[in-house]
């Protein structure tokens, strides 16, 4: 199978303008994204795509691959569909721009579920983990999922999910992270599917998949990066480096 990593990275976020190219240590944010995914090594191809001539500019001039946006996107998956296409390419892994700690481990599990008779039914995965601190569960920021026995996706929200309505049950909350692993195809249906209301409702784009009935294998991890969406989570990121 021949496996690309594509970037997809807008200058324009509404919660944190400009994160993309805000600096982590001594480089940006999308730069060290793309510097830890070709790092890992299982890829055949890494590549940013962007609709900013910042951003374009900021990995060229660093010896990386990078394409400009043709086009006016509302979403990640919408942006480097546009840019696979032309590609020859089995698998497509979307790594978002604001994960700077991007590791080789959670991303081979994630390609490995697409392997053998079993992984031959596998449209779209995803990855997440376990969250235990109170805070995050009920932060909206971080979105939860929920799984079958199969950890197949049932819903994602930025609500809490499981609702603990029973004190004495256990039970267990996973944090979505958001990179993506598809079948070009798969990827390429996606941006013909008109939003869905469960999706602009929670403003989660994979809710897309399930309404549709697309069922999204998940696999658990151990990350232990952090997601950048808003300037506490740059000062904590600036903490683990």
Do not use: W
């Amino acid at each position: 199978m021949r496996k690309v990593a594509l970037i997809p990275a807008r200058y324009g976020a509404s919660r944190f303008p400009g994160k993309m190219m805000a600096k982590l240590g001594d480089k940006s944010v999308i730069l060290r994204t793309y510097e830890s995914t070709v790092n890992t090594g299982v890829f055949d191809e890494v590549m940013v795509v962007t609709d900013s001539e910042l951003i374009y500019n900021e990995i060229v001039n660093n010896g990386g691959k990078a394409v400009m946006s043709q086009k006016e996107h509302e979403c990640g998956t919408d942006r480097i569909a546009e840019a696979v296409v032309g590609m020859d390419v089995d698998i497509v892994v979307n790594v978002q721009g604001d994960e700077p700690f991007t590791q080789k481990e959670p991303l081979e599990k994630l390609l490995k579920v697409f392997e053998g008779e079993e992984g031959k039914k596998v449209q779209v995965a995803s990855l997440m983990q376990v969250l235990k601190d109170p805070a995050s569960i009920e932060d909206p920021n971080y979105v939860k999922v929920a799984v079958d026995k199969n950890f197949n996706a049932l819903f994602f929200s930025r609500s809490v999910i499981p609702y603990p309505r029973d004190k004495n049950v256990q039970s267990i909350y996973y944090e979505h992270i958001g990179i993506y692993a598809f079948r070009k195809q798969t990827l390429l249906d996606f941006t013909q599917m008109a939003v869905t209301p469960l999706e602009a409702a929670e403003k989660i784009e994979c809710l897309r998949y399930l309404e549709n009935g697309i069922p999204m294998k998940m696999v658990v991890t151990a990350y232990m990066g952090v997601e950048i969406d808003t300037p506490e989570d740059l000062e904590k990121a600036a903490k683990l480096l």
